[in-house]
Each structure stands twice: as structure tokens, then as C-alpha cells.
């Protein structure tokens, strides 16, 4: 990589952070303001992340994914629990947000052969619990390589952040609506650091989870 390059996104990197810290600060000074502020906020912030958009250049290297980082998103947010609970969607869950299916189908892909780990029981230890989880961020980044191409093109940390984001939407499908790609299918296509923070950080306005959202859109310019 150039010195250039680097030092473009170097650029690009501040200057995202500079906006996402904006907006933190903007969303904790205006708690309970009207939608026409929320709107005037927004506006500002989009402003300000401009000016990097010319000079973003893309090095389409290949990178690994930061799985440190995407443990420790996905434990911040699912929260650890030894015994089978109801999640917010009405699904029997266990451990680090395990349910019964994503269960099954770590273990129909190989990624548990110990039968111990495929028993649904009452009670799970940290370390078993631990063990699914690592498991499971394999398994949804071997389906993101597949169905969205472009994640190893990803830096280490944004392709953390994706992770969090499909261990609780699910990678899903174009053609069949669901998860991520049944949303944003044009992730199908491309994504990069720049379109993959944008997104996060648009949903943390107006989508669910927003501050998971943005815990992630924070992830993938590398705020852990």
C-alpha cells in the first residue's frame, strides 16, 4: 500500500470518527427533542461525513476477520445466561443467544461434532456456552463470504462489526427477503467499510437495536 493510500485512509478514518463522536454528542444533548431537530442533527452529521467521499480510496485487499472484536460485540449486546430463556422474539435461547436452530445447524455443517455440544438441555457452563459462540461467528462468516463476496475485502474490525450485525438479523437471503440481505440485497453486490459504516449508522437512527447499531457503525472505523 502507497504512502497516499495510506494516508487517505487515515483521513477518511478521523473524519468519520470526528462525525460519529458528533453525533453521540448530538443524540444525548437533544434527548426528547421533535423529529424536525432529529431531522436538522441527521442532516449535520451527513454534512460533515462528506467530505471524505471523494477521497476514499478503496485497497481491496484482502483481510481477516477481527473475531476478538466480534466476541466481544456479541457478548455486550446477548448478554450470558446457564439456563434456556425466552429472547425478545419469543425464542427459546441459551448461552451467549443460542437457540435450539442455530444449534442444529452448527452441528448438520460440522462445526460441532461433539454430540455434547448438540444436546438442548436446561443448563449450559460459560466455557460450553463460549465454545458455541466461536463456533457460530465461523459459521455466519463462511455464509457472509459466500453470499455477500465482498466481506473479505473488509477490514478486520468491519467485518467484526458485520458479524455482531448477522448473529442477531441473520446473513438471510435476496430472494427470500430475510435477514440482512433481505433488506440491503445490494450488499449482494458490494459493500465496503464506507457503505457498510453508513448503513449501521442510519439504522442506529431509525431502525431497532439502536444502540447496538451503533456499537457496530463505532466498530467498523476500528472504536472498540
Known amino acids: 500500500m502507497t504512502n497516499k493510500t495510506e494516508n487517505t485512509k487515515m483521513k477518511y478514518l478521523c473524519a468519520k470518527v470526528t462525525a460519529f463522536v458528533a453525533v453521540i454528542l448530538t443524540i444525548f444533548a437533544t434527548q426528547g427533542c421533535t423529529a424536525s431537530n432529529n431531522e436538522a442533527s441527521i442532516s449535520s452529521f451527513e454534512k460533515d461525513t462528506a467530505i471524505v467521499e471523494d477521497t476514499y480510496v478503496e485497497t481491496r485487499s484482502i483481510h481477516k476477520m477481527d473475531k476478538r472484536a466480534a466476541i466481544a460485540a456479541i457478548k455486550q449486546f446477548e448478554g450470558y445466561r446457564d439456563t434456556v430463556y425466552k429472547c425478545t422474539n419469543g425464542v427459546p435461547t441459551i448461552g451467549w443467544g443460542t437457540t435450539k436452530c442455530c444449534l442444529d445447524e452448527l452441528y448438520k455443517r460440522g462445526y460441532i461434532k461433539d ?46 462489526a458485520l458479524m455482531s450485525w448477522a448473529y442477531q438479523c441473520g446473513i438471510g437471503s435476496v430472494n427470500k427477503k430475510t435477514g440482512i440481505l433481505g433488506t440491503f440485497p445490494e450488499l449482494a453486490e458490494h459493500v465496503d467499510d464506507k457503505m457498510l459504516y453508513d448503513i449501521l449508522a442510519d439504522r442506529a437512527f431509525y431502525g431497532k437495536y439502536k444502540s447496538r447499531r451503533f456499537r457496530e457503525a463505532a466498530l467498523v472505523i476500528g472504536i472498540k
Open 115 to 160: 454430540t455434547s455440544y448438540y444436546v438442548w438441555g436446561d443448563t449450559i457452563t460459560k466455557t460450553k456456552a463460549d465454545f458455541i459462540l466461536s463456533k457460530t461467528i465461523d459459521m455466519i462468516h463462511t455464509s457472509a463470504k459466500k453470499y455477500i463476496p465482498d466481506t473479505k475485502y473488509l477490514s478486520p474490525c468491519a467485518q467484526a
